[in-house]
């Protein structure tokens, strides 16, 4: 998952009617592929474990986009404080993909993205708390709305899954750091690098930790060759990663945040649409409640976040 908080490291392309358009498109585009991702890792991880499931997505992210940079002739020179960052980056993101892959594993896809869009909220409250971002009662009031929404779909789930129900709120909780070093990378970091450093970094970063781990005969970190099939489901994880994740970002090169952050939230839709086609899963009444609780904070905070950006444009005139 990703979000369009995040800017890109290189300017904006003009962004008139010709461009916005496209950038939209590049949006949905991320939206339909972005749960896919999801899909494959929870194929993939009924037969082989969620470690090795976040090692693949790294591995096939690199192999991907090592010719994406030589195609493009992108430099991958990075200096000593950003492969610091980058290698921050990727440790937030294996952290967020392997909560997340657990979550999916046995919990409805759907269900388990819905949880983690409070990912926007745990944002706000650290925008507020590390950079002294003023958050207005609002927000804060639309932020607790959307933490409740999330509870309206951990408690089905966590009645009939335990424990793995709250994965969610850790994938959220990484994912929203993970966007804040992406945020100072992308300041001198063009896209294509940082992914492809942050993927081959991730893959230095599991590698050993999977070898201890299955060593330890630790499940969730076992290491096995498994079926053709298994590994094509692996494969399609890294590169439904690398193709949103590269969509997103062009999408934010054609259009401004604010126009597509409220399109975001159709990758709800995609996901419960590829859940029920995948698996047969449908969300329950209450889940429903929650995912409509969820988007409702979600799509108010962006607007009111836009109607505070057109005020301090107008006071600074």
């Given at each position: 998952m990703a979000h369009p908080a995040a800017r890109p490291s290189q300017p904006a392309l003009s962004r008139g009617s010709d461009h916005v358009p496209l950038g939209i498109l590049m949006m949905v585009a991320f939206c339909a592929l972005a749960p896919l991702i999801?899909?494959?890792?929870?194929?993939?991880?009924?037969?082989?474990?969620?470690?090795?499931?976040?090692?693949?997505?790294?591995?096939?992210?690199?192999?991907?986009?090592?010719?994406?940079?030589?195609?493009?002739?992108r430099s991958a020179t990075v200096t000593r404080g950003q492969f610091g960052l980058l290698t921050l980056r990727a440790a937030l993101l294996l952290a967020s993909t392997f909560t997340f892959v657990s979550a999916v594993q046995r919990m409805p896809v759907a269900d388990a993205l819905a949880i983690a869009f409070v990912e926007p909220f745990i944002l706000l409250a650290m925008g507020a708390i590390l950079f002294g971002d003023l958050v207005g009662p609002r927000r804060i009031l639309a932020s607790l709305v959307g933490f409740g929404?999330?509870?309206?779909?951990?408690?089905?789930?966590?009645?009939?899954?335990?424990?793995?129900?709250?994965?969610?709120?850790?994938?959220?909780?990484?994912f929203a750091l993970y966007m804040l070093v992406t945020r100072r990378i992308a300041r001198?970091?063009?896209?294509?690098?940082?992914?492809?450093?942050?993927?081959?970094?991730?893959?230095?970063?599991?590698?050993?930790?999977?070898?201890?781990?299955?060593?330890?005969?630790?499940?969730?970190?076992?290491?096995?060759?498994?079926?053709?099939?298994?590994?094509?489901?692996?494969?399609?994880?890294?590169?439904?990663?690398?193709?949103?994740?590269?969509a997103i970002t062009y999408a934010l090169r054609f259009a401004p945040s604010a126009t597509l952050a409220p399109l975001h939230y159709l990758e709800i839709v995609t996901a419960v649409l590829f859940g029920w086609l995948f698996f047969g899963d449908w969300p329950n009444t209450l889940s429903w409640g929650g995912i409509l609780v969820i988007t409702g904070s979600g799509l108010y905070i962006i607007a009111r976040e836009r109607a505070l950006a057109r005020a301090a444009r107008r006071s600074a005139r």
């Open positions: 999801d899909v494959s890792a929870k194929l993939a991880s009924q037969t082989v474990s969620v470690g090795q499931v976040t090692l693949a997505r790294m591995v096939v992210q690199a192999l991907l986009m090592a010719p994406v940079l030589l195609l493009l002739r929404g999330a509870l309206l779909v951990i408690q089905p789930n966590f009645a009939v899954f335990g424990p793995v129900a709250l994965y969610p709120l850790g994938t959220a909780l990484f001198d970091l063009a896209p294509e690098p940082m992914q492809f450093h942050t993927a081959w970094i991730g893959v230095v970063l599991m590698a050993p930790i999977l070898v201890l781990g299955a060593g330890a005969e630790i499940d969730v970190l076992a290491l096995s060759n498994p079926a053709a099939v298994t590994w094509v489901q692996l494969f399609c994880v890294g590169l439904a990663a690398s193709v949103s994740h590269m």
